[in-house]
Each structure stands twice: as C-alpha cells, then as structure tokens.
C-alpha cells in the first residue's frame, strides 16, 4: 500500500510532483522512479531542494529533500519534522555506497558534536568495522583517553567525498 503525499490536506487524490510513500517507509515512488531505504547505516543533516511533504502541522509531517552533493536523479532524504537528521533512500538500481568508497575523514563518538581528524582514531574504528566487531572493541584505553570518554556507545563518520550523508554505527 502507498500513501499518496499531497500539498492540500483535505484532498488526498492530489500529488506533489508525484510523489509518494509506502505506508512501511520503506519506499518512496518520485516521478515514476522507486527509491529505497538506505538509512541502515547513512542518514544526512544537510537538505538541498525541498520535492514535497506530507502530514499535517507540527511532530508527524515529513518532509523531502534533494540530498546536496549527491546525485538527484539517484538519492533523496525523508525528513520527520521533529528530528534533527534525515533518512537516505537510493533509487532502486544505483549501487550502494560501501565505507571503502565513503572514505571517512572525520569520525564523532556519542552525538557529542566532536569530530576527531586523527588518523590512529580512523583507523581503529575502520579496523572494528572490517572485524565486525561491536562497539565495545573500541574501548580500549589508549582511545578513550584520546577521545576523552569513558565509553564508546555510537559512532558517525563523515567524508569528504560525500559530505552530504553520515555514515552511523
């Protein structure tokens, strides 16, 4: 089932731009082209073209965005009026983005709003990411004292090469 996103409340049969939203989310149909998902590690805090909404006033209208720097024929974001980032959906054929590709420059711990540049810190979280490995293997002492924690409980990393998305653990 697809709710249809309108510019007009009382008129559910009108589309923006013909747009619209599955009732999971999940995808978003943007002029005849399916875009999916793609929020299980990205999501973006910059917004470019604003290409519709839907809801009402206030905590449950979603908002949608071009995302700067990227493609806009192969990336959008969904925006929830009440948070302070997005959701990245891809068009169904373009190709993802592996952390090889991402290229991390910058990495902040714990939503603390410090981003650390350090190589040695870069490293030892790319290091746990190609391990698989939890969070909890970055509580190594050397690295908590550096980043100046007691515990390493999320990560976001940000690229120079697509700095319009953050890449979150």
């Known amino acids: 089932m697809l709710f249809i996103i309108y510019s007009n409340t009382s008129n559910l049969n009108k589309t923006w ?7 999971t989310e999940d995808v978003i149909i943007y002029n005849n082209k399916k875009y999916t998902n793609y929020s299980e590690h990205f999501r ?3 917004y470019g073209e604003k290409i519709g909404s839907i809801g009402g006033i206030g905590e449950s209208r979603k908002l949608f965005y071009e995302i700067p720097g990227m493609d806009k024929n192969s990336w959008l974001s969904m925006k929830r009026q009440q948070l302070a980032y997005a959701f990245v959906y891809k068009e169904e054929n373009e190709l993802g983005i592996s952390i090889e590709e991402f290229r991390p ?25 190609d391990a698989n490995n939890s969070l909890n293997s970055l ?31």
């Open 44 to 46: 973006t805090e910059m």
């Open 105 to 129: 420059s910058a990495v902040e711990f714990n939503n603390n709003g410090e981003k650390y540049t350090d190589q040695d810190i870069l490293s030892a979280v790319l290091k746990m990411i």
């Open 139 to 169: 509580n190594q002492k050397w690295l908590l004292a550096k980043i100046q924690l007691n515990l390493v409980t999320s990560i976001e990393m940000y690229s120079n090469k697509y700095p319009g998305l953050i890449y979150i653990l």
């Open 17 to 23: 731009g013909g747009l619209q939203l599955s009732d």
